[in-house]
């Protein structure tokens, strides 16, 4: 299955690589890297929706993951809200 096409990928401003903010089934924003992970990836787009995978939510078998940005952004920590 092709990688989805993400919605407007921009660099990130803390370290420069291309990433893309997209709206999970859950309501929350979640940047993720723009490029295809299918060994670390846990964040899947299926019928219309972005998902992030767990043991009751799984990707259908040749869906494309993507990698939450915040688990390979070595300055992600200037980013979350409400930690210091």
């Known amino acids: 299955m092709e990688p989805?096409?993400?919605p407007d990928p921009k660099a990130c401003a803390?370290?420069?690589a291309m990433i893309s903010w997209v709206t999970l089934d859950t309501?929350?924003?979640m940047p993720v890297n723009a490029v295809a992970d299918s060994r670390a990836g846990r964040v899947f787009f299926f019928d219309g929706k972005w998902r992030?995978?767990?043991k009751h939510v799984q990707p259908p078998p040749a869906t494309s993951?993507?990698?939450s940005h915040f688990a390979t952004?070595?300055?992600a920590s200037?980013?979350?809200k409400g930690r210091p």
Do not use: A, H, M
Request: with cysteine; hydrophobic share 30%.
């Open 14 to 16: 803390g370290c420069g």
């Open 27 to 29: 309501g929350k924003r």
């Open 78 to 80: 200037q980013f979350r």
């Open 65 to 67: 993951l993507y990698v």
């Open 4 to 6: 989805v096409n993400l």
């Open 73 to 75: 952004c070595p300055n």
């Open 52 to 54: 992030v995978t767990s």
